[in-house]
């Protein structure tokens, strides 16, 4: 069965960096477009950004231009989000998102931006 495993997430500074991971299991990585959502509380879950299934495609939210890079190792079956100058604004849990026939999940990861 698909599984999406997200993980990295935690608490940092204003200006930190983290990385998050995200283990995919279940069909065939490399064919797939995988996505990364994020969702604040009281908020809708947003687009954060996408990959194309062999990488050389990417697209971000405006929000996280130039600070946040999607990227992916198909060898590993792996999505990542690097996380760069990060702000109060990007607490949230983090869902890594792959569309086969339907939508499917990760746990999330929850980052927490927090002097």
């Known amino acids: 069965q698909v599984q999406l495993v997200e993980s990295g997430g935690g608490l940092v500074q204003p200006g930190g960096s983290l990385r998050l991971s995200c283990a995919a299991s279940?069909?065939?990585?490399?064919?797939?477009?995988m996505r990364w959502y994020r969702q604040a509380p009281g908020k809708e879950r947003e687009l954060v950004a996408y990959i194309s299934s062999g990488g050389g495609s990417t697209i971000y939210a405006d929000s996280v231009k130039g600070r946040f890079t999607i990227s992916r190792d198909n060898a590993k079956n792996t999505v990542y989000l690097q996380m760069n100058s990060l702000k109060p604004e990007d607490t949230a849990v983090y869902y890594c998102n792959v569309v086969l026939r339907v939508n499917y999940w990760g746990q999330g990861t929850q980052v927490t931006v927090s002097s």
């Open positions: 279940g069909f065939f990585f490399s064919n797939y477009v």
